[in-house]
């Protein structure tokens, strides 16, 4: 089973950045399309970014040119760069697969945008 550990989070002031981190345990991360996904609070978790094995990424429009998602397969990792933040980020960041069936979420990191 793979477990994911997701990192970075913190608080934020509008504007400001972060760079978010999530590392998979086993190989098979590096056959996986992997995504970031976000949870606020009374909302449904929802996809922001993905990133495919061959390094093609997506992002929903709400973060488009602001987030960037990359990955490091040697390190088994995939990163969110979130620049631009605004109070509507504010949310719990997951990483999982890009995919209907996922692994066990992990804890998430908690992103919190206020000044």
């Known amino acids: 089973q793979v477990q994911l550990a997701e990192s970075g989070g913190g608080l934020v002031q509008p504007g400001g950045s972060l760079r978010l981190s999530c590392v998979a345990s086993?190989?098979?991360?590096?056959?996986?399309?992997m995504g970031w996904y976000r949870q606020a609070p009374g909302k449904q978790r929802e996809l922001v970014a993905a990133?495919?094995?061959?390094?093609?990424?997506n992002y929903a429009d709400s973060v488009k040119g602001r987030f960037t998602i990359s990955r490091d397969n040697a390190k088994n990792t995939v990163y969110l760069q979130m620049n631009s933040l605004k109070p509507e980020d504010t949310a719990a960041y997951y990483c999982?697969?890009?995919?209907?069936?996922?692994?066990?979420w992990g804890q998430g990191t908690l992103v919190t945008v206020s000044s």
């Open positions: 999982n697969r890009d995919s209907s069936v996922k692994w066990a």
């Open positions: 990133v495919t094995v061959s390094g093609n990424t």
């Open positions: 086993g190989s098979i991360f590096r056959i996986s399309n």
